[in-house]
């Protein structure tokens, strides 16, 4: 309601002339115009027009304010919606004949011989006339209508004529002469006389140049009924310019206004403030705002500042973050359809629409179900930016209806402007992958065109391939005067040395961020390790879990390689954390007890030659995402004969122990990707002493004494080097951590598929890109080095202007005219000539004998550009 109330107050100050910004810009002067009034027509009676003119406003009757006030909204909500409404101020360009010297109309004091002035309250007494006298037809049109009632006809039953003060005391207040529209002169004899050819009035501009004709500007103030002040203003004019042609006796048919004498009116040009063009800022605002959702909208809504990073690695989308990117790709959608079309009155429901469910769903999000408590800062913040990019857009939207569309007449605006900024911007518009081609789609599928898709394709990429050659015309071929060598920046810095540089540093530079000299690669250390020791059967028919350890454990980092007794030279690592000691408690975590079947299952199976032990790790880390979990199995061990039957005495409770030797290796090598190496650096494997603790007990379990057996005299009587004898003499065993990438160099390497992924996917594809700008460059000579592309750009002009003029037949014509000239490289070449006839590009001149910089010797003529 607040913006509707701005919008009304606005408008009636616009249309009282007041807050105009063009105001004072545009020379209004204040002018005595009753002292006009007394010069020529002081004879005039008290009810012509001249006098109602000039008369004081009568105070205003505020009995019917409630109807004022809703005429004026409708009159404002119609000019909102209406596609031909004119944008105030209005006004009109009136040309007449240069008086005679001490004629009517003529001035001394004036430089071009006219007063203007008397021009003025000349034209203002005809526009009060034309309304009198339109008002006086509406009424005898409604009598006509309403003949069969008593009031419209006479005492015979004929139909009785109107007069003007009839009709006007009949129409009331809806008519009044306030109503009518008036001139205020704006400035005379204007230099700038390009609103004229824009109008398409191209003889006033060529007649106004000689001396028979002048032409002032004048500002139309009409009703707020009226949707088109200057275009009825000019037509009011021209009914004048008929009359006096007609050599009329100088009043309309009915009125009882005395002659005045007209000037010599020779043509009225009406035209207004133009549309203007606030697309590209709106959804450069839409898009900003469909960047953030993407990004922010999860922690926004549902507050989880890890939920992007969780769906980007789960590799599944929330529906509710799905339908938001949805809803909004599709209001820009929407949006750009309702430009194609020129559509005001979508536009307004557009607007208001979106503005209602952007203010609800933000509001109600911030407030958190109507409890009016802001959610958390980092939230509230998140929301809060938001908003201000939709407030943006919301405000260049409310612009754009407020100015109206731009009427260019079908017109290219990429050939607007041709620097190098432009062309980077256009360059980015490009690199967007689908955008340029979901743009050219839906255009084609919104814009009536007797052209094909294919067609279509064609138009836009000649004319951005003209766009291309407009830009090295106008920055490169402008500026460099022909003959003279580049310069050496330019070859060292910008295009030799400096595209060397890129290329050299697109092979090399991924050796450097995947490799070790990357503060973002570091340590991986190993945080979680288990051991889980199985008996299986010969065939593999059954497998039975002894023993399972890693709950009580300790992972340290030893001071030096020595202390762990490898005898062997330290591994080359970087940090002395990449190096991990293991040892897990001698005790399994888990109570073996197998029902009685299993059991004796288990004792048939261990008494058996031929049965496998084998141990099996597993090894827990941070990094990468994708292989956080290793597995590491030691080489199946057989039981020959004597080691089954100590097994077996050890599962009946006969024997303490069994040493199984070479259960698994002692060192282990851990990669950022792949499997563990085992061997690393010391080929040691590690013996584990298994015994059956608590047998006969309700709960026994399984123990491992692990190390390795310096000397053996029986298979009860050995040295073992126990490496965990500080940490309960349980399984041991040594990791050597390679370094991997860590923060964000992790999610990179992810995303790329590392090292080798980006020169598979990223390298190789620059390089096919850059192998495009060095070959096939002699196919594109014929198209691309044009000396000038001024007519081939009039020639897509006429035919977007043919298109947005719905003539289809000429916009076909004048396409296939464009294809004939592309496929005849002979019309080509002539057709892409300069103003001046030449066959190469418009060049500056070298003036002198030596080709330098600037000097004595090497002044430098520029000619003038070939593109405006």
Not at 204 to 221: E, I, K, L, M, Y
Not at 408 to 419: A, I, Q, V, Y
Not at 538 to 544: E, P, S, W
Not at 721 to 748: M, N, T, W, Y
Request: charged share 20%; glycine share 8%.
């Amino acid at each position: 309601l607040a913006y509707l109330c701005t919008l009304l107050h606005r408008f009636k100050l616009l249309r009282r002339g007041e807050g105009s910004a063009d105001a004072g810009r545009l020379g209004y002067k204040e002018v005595d115009r009753r002292s006009i009034a007394s010069g020529d027509y002081s004879d005039h009676s008290n009810d012509d027009e001249s006098s109602l003119y000039f008369r004081e406003k009568a105070p205003e009757n505020h009995g019917g304010w409630l109807a004022r006030v809703t005429a004026a909204a409708e009159a404002l909500t119609d000019r909102i919606l209406s596609p031909d409404a004119e944008r105030d101020p209005s006004f009109v360009a009136v040309s007449i004949l240069r008086p005679e010297p001490n004629a009517f109309f003529a001035s001394q004091s004036s430089a071009s011989g006219v007063a203007w002035t008397e021009v003025e309250a000349s034209l203002n007494n005809a526009l009060l006339a034309y309304h009198r006298h339109e008002t006086q037809e509406e009424v005898m049109t409604a009598r006509y209508a309403a003949r069969e009632t008593s009031t419209a006809r006479s005492r015979d039953g004929t139909f009785s004529p109107v007069s003007v003060d009839e009709a006007m005391s009949i129409s009331g207040d809806r008519h009044s002469d306030g109503d009518a529209m008036r001139l205020e002169l704006v400035e005379a004899n204007p230099r700038d006389l390009a609103f004229l050819e824009a109008s398409g009035d191209v003889g006033a501009v060529q007649s106004n140049a000689q001396t028979h004709r002048c032409t002032a500007v004048f500002r139309v103030t009409a009703p707020a009924s009226s949707m088109t002040p200057a275009r009825d203003a000019a037509r009011a004019i021209d009914a004048t310019q008929l009359r006096e042609a007609t050599k009329s006796d100088g009043v309309f048919p009915g009125s009882r206004t005395p002659r005045w004498r007209p000037p010599g009116i020779v043509a009225a040009t009406p035209f207004s403030r133009g549309g203007r063009d606030y697309y590209f800022q709106s959804v450069s605002a839409d898009f900003a705002s469909l960047v953030f959702v993407a990004l922010f909208y999860q922690y926004a809504v549902n507050g989880d500042d890890e939920a992007l990073v969780q769906t980007y690695n789960q590799g599944l989308f929330p529906i509710d973050y799905v339908l938001a990117i949805t809803v909004v790709i599709a209001l820009i959608v929407a949006d750009r359809i309702i430009y194609l079309n020129k559509a005001k009155a979508a536009k307004v429901a557009y607007h208001f629409l979106t503005y209602a469910a952007f203010c609800t769903f933000t509001f109600r999000l911030y407030h958190q179900h109507g409890s009016l408590k802001s959610t958390s800062a980092g939230r509230a913040g998140l929301i809060r930016v938001f908003f201000l990019l939709k407030s943006v857009s919301f405000a260049l939207n409310a612009r754009q209806i407020r100015a109206g569309y731009k009427n260019d007449g079908g017109s290219n605006r990429l050939h607007k402007r041709s620097d190098f900024i432009s062309f980077l911007g256009f360059m980015t518009y490009l690199s967007v992958p689908f955008l340029y081609e979901l743009r050219v789609l839906l255009d084609y599928a919104c814009t009536d065109s007797s052209l094909d898709l294919f067609d279509w394709l064609k138009l836009e990429n000649i004319n951005r391939e003209l766009f291309r050659v407009n830009v090295r015309n106008d920055t490169y071929r402008a500026y460099h005067p022909f003959g003279e060598p580049q310069p050496r920046w330019k070859k060292v810095i910008v295009q030799g040395g400096g595209l060397f540089l890129l290329l050299l540093s697109i092979i090399l530079v991924p050796f450097f961020v995947f490799s070790t000299s990357n503060p973002q690669v570091g340590v991986n250390p190993v945080h979680a390790a288990s051991l889980n020791i199985t008996v299986s059967a010969r065939d593999g028919t059954a497998t039975f879990p002894v023993f399972y350890g890693g709950y009580q454990k300790y992972i340290g980092v030893p001071e030096t390689w020595r202390e762990l007794g490898t005898n062997t030279s330290a591994p080359p690592v970087n940090y002395p954390a990449q190096v991990q000691e293991v040892c897990l408690a001698p005790d399994s975590d888990r109570v073996w007890a197998p029902p009685p079947p299993r059991l004796a299952a288990f004792k048939g199976v261990v008494s058996t030659p031929g049965t496998v032990v084998e141990a099996a790790w597993t090894f827990e880390r941070h990094l990468p995402l994708d292989n956080q979990v290793l597995y590491a199995r030691g080489p199946p061990v057989k039981l020959d004969r004597q080691l089954a039957a100590q097994f077996a005495q050890v599962a009946s409770g006969e024997r303490d122990a069994v040493l199984i030797k070479g259960l698994y290796p002692r060192a282990w090598r851990l990669l950022g990707n792949g499997a563990p190496i085992a061997n690393y650096t010391t080929n040691a494997m590690v013996d584990c002493e298994l015994r059956l603790n608590g047998f006969g007990t309700p709960q026994p379990w399984w123990g491992a004494r692990c190390g390795q057996v310096i000397e053996q005299m029986d298979a009860d009587n050995y040295d073992m080097f126990v490496p965990c004898d500080g940490h309960g003499e349980g399984p041991e065993l040594i990791l050597v951590s390679a370094e991997v990438a860590r923060g964000a160099l992790a999610s990179f390497s992810k995303f790329v598929g590392g090292l080798t992924g980006v020169y598979v996917v990223y390298v190789l594809a620059v390089g096919s890109f850059a192998r495009q700008f060095t070959t096939n460059l002699v196919q594109n000579i014929p198209y691309m080095e044009l000396p000038s592309t001024h007519r081939l750009v009039r020639l897509c002009e006429d035919i977007y202007a043919m298109r947005a003029a719905k003539e289809f037949v000429l916009e076909e014509r004048l396409y296939w005219l464009l294809i004939r000239i592309y496929r005849s490289p002979a019309v080509l070449f002539e057709f892409t000539r300069t103003k001046r006839g030449d066959a190469m590009p418009e060049r500056p001149r070298l003036i002198g004998g030596r080709t330098g910089g600037v000097g004595i010797g090497g002044l430098r003529q520029r000619r003038a550009g070939i593109h405006s």
